[in-house]
């Protein structure tokens, strides 16, 4: 989700920052095309119009900062203006209620409320320890009953039996009844999809709100909602007093628009995203790394703290201590690609570094994708210990082995071995020098890495945005830094530490930076 | 096999109650105008279904147009408002743009009045429907034509296919239904549903199952069969995950093992709720598996559906079917002239 949006808006606003001065027109026109960015990105117009006026007037009255170009100023104005449109402060779910708790999911057809309930339902019985009992009040969509009661058996969490011929309302007067005696902290209701309009559905939904007397009642929202969201969630919220907005679907390619719009109408939080397909794809809404990752300024903030949750701190020591002696052998080489993965893969990662995002094209072009990621640990596990420790033993016998034990071709195996040694050779020379020239700027490379974590200064996002132009458009050099892509060009300087950018994630300590 | 009537039966008893549903906060519910050619059992004129399933969404965008335009020129002021109203349709920036471009290029600086500006808007943006709207054809000479059904998650697929069957269970053909949603908890069980209640005929895999394997045995299995049509609904998936994308190009080529002319239809079903992500889908979902037609469901919300004309704009790929709620019944033909109507707020004649 976003990503549209963010190529438009910082599209916009990159033809702003590099200007010493403004004049009101400038910026007039920056807000203009601003404004269709939005709506193509299905944000409503009404919203629109008040984002693009609420930055105006503070573009008007900004006090002027010296040591900040009048472009950055219009750049931070949007972010602000973004960040308050979503929502300021982060909110989650609020349970503090005399249990059992009950949660009532509603929402249209199709919009994704029966997965969602089960991801709530893990989320808290496994983070937070609490009892959960979903039940299932959708009578009306073939088999919906069967599917949360499948999903309960996935998450493991109980589901209220189900009885034929019971209405919604007795089926939710049964699953608290039920929790009560069984001691549940927790019942999620799920409810049928409908539409706004239908005002016998609205009115059961109304029923169902005063027979359980939920604690939270969760607007479930399709992210890929067009101009309609903004009805949508109003006419929930009038109905039935919508306490916040889940949105779904955040991982497809949709604009966000519904988020923003949904949030600035109702004033609803929005309060958990989902994000893919699996049960555990369910995270909390930060407004202002959203608008940083609209912005093109990467969400770092995320990403480190994925990494904290995803790497194991003491192998990661061990391989940065590693790498500054120049001994990076393979098996070290397959650990940064295990973690890769763990992180969500180079796409999820690429996704949140600041700059990079506008590469997304090129690199999808030059066929980085995790499949290779998973092809080239094959080929390390393919090799014997001794092979991996010093891979100069490999020679045409054993890489043929080695090839055929991975599926690969020998010229893949050679590929991986080159890479490694130009990795290996780039930490050497990084272990021994500090700043200056060349090295001044892998140290900096390095900061796009290391600035999750390797212990350099996270670089502003101007700084960033430079760095991404200079290395990243000639050449796809950031695609071939990465490792062993089929008929990537020919690895200059600047793409050589790219990769080491990556592997820079080794180094990162969450424990010691905290 | 065909015997399933009983079970059709059910959903005609419903009627009353869906037609009050349908109609909701209408004064006073259609009459049951049975069609003049069709069988019997059919219910109100799809022409009433439409209208007063969009006629909530049209009084918006309608009431919009009365404001604007009652006592005004058609200048740019005016202009630029029409083209925000068509964006709030969802028609998304370009289109709208080209709208009011078409309808500036005639009647620009006259006075017109509310009905002159729905008229032109209506012939607009049926002018660019027109093109699109053909009904699916079914070859009988191919037999069984297999038609595939592909969608990004809660777009409608599996309701969707269940209507499909109805109708062509109605035209008397021998109908199959393959459930190759192998992914979502209970899918299976929901065609099986939709399934018993058409009179068609399941055929399923397991769950977790690879639905390619499925997609090969179903379309051989209906070839030595004799079906004459097979249906096979596939898992959502957004189209920008290529992994799945990948699994959905696979059923196909798959597919094509059996008989090198199938899927003879591949139907994307677009949510009318669904925004400007609808062209990314039509785009992905076309690259993968060569869709051949659209089907756009729940108009019976107050989602206008707009983008379908941006759609036609870049696309051209023919609108078959659109639905406007739950049951085998809530689901005809596009018709351009109906719909744009509905868009521009035009009431209907019934």
Known sequence: ?514 | MRGATEAGMADDDEKPGLMGRLFGRAASPAPRVPAPSAPATKPPTWWSRLTRGLSRSSTALGQGVVDLFAKRKLDAATLDELEDALIAADLGPAAAKRVREALARDRHGRDASEADIREALAAEVERALTPVAKPLFVESAIRPFAILVVGVNGSGKTTTIGKLARKFVDEGRKVALVAGDTFRAAAIEQLGIWAARTGATLIAGKEGADPAGLAFEALTRAKAEGFDVLVMDTAGRLQNRAELMAELAKVVRVMKKVDPAAPHAVLLVLDATVGQNALSQVELFGKTAGVTGLAMTKLDGTARGGVLVALADRFGLPVHFIGVGETAEDFAPFSAKDFAAAIAGKGGDD
């Open chain 1, 1 to 514: 989700m976003f990503e549209s949006l963010s190529d438009k808006l910082s599209g916009v606003l990159d033809r702003l920052t590099g200007r010493g001065a403004l004049s009101a027109a400038d910026v007039d026109a920056a807000l203009r095309e601003v404004r269709r960015a939005l709506l193509e990105a299905d944000v409503n117009l009404e919203v629109a119009r008040a984002f693009v006026e609420n930055v105006r007037q503070k573009a008007v009255g900004a006090e002027i900062v010296k040591s900040v170009r009048p472009g950055q100023m219009v750049v931070k104005l949007v972010h602000d203006a973004l960040v308050e449109t979503l929502g300021g402060e982060d909110s989650g779910l609020d349970l503090a209620a005399a249990p059992p708790v009950a949660v009532m999911m509603v929402g249209l057809q199709g919009a994704g409320k029966t997965t969602t309930a089960a991801k709530i339902a893990k989320r808290l019985a496994e983070r937070e320890k609490r009892k959960v009992l979903m039940a299932s009040l959708d009578v009306k969509r073939p088999a919906a009953q069967e599917q949360l009661a499948v999903l309960g058996r996935q998450v493991g969490v109980e589901t209220l039996p189900i009885v034929a011929g019971r209405g919604p309302v007795e089926i939710a007067r049964a699953a608290l009844e039920d929790a009560r005696l069984r001691g549940f902290d927790v019942v999620i209701l799920d409810t049928a999809g409908r539409t706004h309009v239908d005002e016998p559905l609205m009115a059961e939904m109304a029923e169902i709100k005063a027979a359980a007397n939920p604690h939270e009642i969760l607007l479930v929202a399709d992210a890929l909602t067009g101009q309609d969201a903004v009805n949508l969630a109003k006419s929930f919220d009038e109905r039935v007093g919508v306490t916040g907005i889940v949105l779904t679907r955040v991982d497809g390619d949709g604009r966000g628009g519904a988020a923003l719009s949904m949030r600035a109408v109702t004033g609803k939080p929005i309060k958990l995203i989902g994000v893919g397909e699996k049960m555990d794809a369910l995270e909390g809404f930060h407004p202002g790394r959203i608008a940083d990752r609209i912005l093109g300024m990467g969400d770092v903030v995320s990403l480190v703290e994925k990494a904290a949750a995803n790497i194991d701190a003491e192998k990661a020591a061990k391989a940065v201590e590693k790498m500054r002696r120049g001994k990076f052998d393979l098996d070290d080489l397959s650990d940064q690609l295990a973690q890769i993965e763990r992180l969500g893969g180079l796409g999820g990662i690429i996704g949140m570094l600041p700059g990079v995002a506008k590469m997304k094209d090129q690199i999808a072009a030059a066929g980085v994708d995790d499949k290779m990621v998973r092809r080239q640990r094959a080929i390390i596990s393919s090799m014997t210990p001794k092979e991996r420790r010093d891979p100069d033993v490999l020679k045409a016998s054993r890489k043929k082995r080695v090839a055929a034990g991975a599926g690969v071709k020998v010229e893949d195996v050679n590929k991986l071995l080159k890479q490694h040694r130009q990795m290996a050779d780039v930490m050497k020379a990084m272990g021994g020098a500090k700043r200056g020239g060349m090295m001044g700027k892998l140290g900096q490379m390095m900061g796009m890495g290391a600035g999750m974590g390797g212990g350099m200064p996270a670089p502003s996002p101007e700084e960033m945005e430079a760095l991404a132009k200079r290395y990243g458009l000639p050449g796809q050099g950031f695609a071939a830094g990465a490792p062993g892509i089929p008929d990537a060009p020919p690895p200059d300087v600047f793409a050589k530490p790219k990769f080491p950018g990556l592997a820079g994630l080794g180094g990162f300590d969450p424990f010691k930076k905290k």
